[in-house]
């Protein structure tokens, strides 16, 4: 199993930034990508960034320019730094993990329990 915790989460000004953490801990084989997804109140969850376990980073077209995902594979940690936030980034960010729990089993997500951001106007 895969355990999230995140970190990071907070209230900000328009214009402001934060930094969200994100430490993968418990039993696994490997870790494919890490990422983070958000909701806000009545939508839908959806896809902010994920980046690979070589590096590779993808961008929600909402974020791109002002959001910068890195990873750390050797402390399965993955950081979202975000610059320009407006109060359309207020949601609940949750941390994904797709990996593989032992080496002959299929990869799954995991999810960790969300940190609130919020910015005000």
């Known amino acids: 199993q895969v355990r999230l915790v995140e970190s990071g989460g907070g209230l900000v000004h328009a214009g402001g930034s934060l930094r969200l953490s994100c430490a993968a801990s418990g039993s696994f084989f490997s870790i494919n990508a890490m990422g983070w997804y958000r909701q806000a109140p009545g939508k839908q969850r959806e896809l902010v960034s994920t980046?690979?376990?070589?590096?590779?980073?993808n961008y929600a077209d909402s974020v791109r320019g002002r959001f910068t995902i890195s990873n750390d594979n050797a402390e399965n940690t993955v950081y979202l730094q975000m610059n320009r936030l407006t109060p359309e980034d207020t949601a609940v960010y949750y941390c994904?993990?797709?990996?593989?729990?032992?080496?002959?089993?299929?990869?799954?997500?995991?999810w960790g329990q969300g940190t609130q951001v919020t910015v005000s106007s």
């Open positions: 994904n993990a797709n990996a593989r729990s032992r080496s002959w089993t299929r990869r799954a997500d995991y």
């Open positions: 980046v690979t376990s070589d590096g590779s980073a």
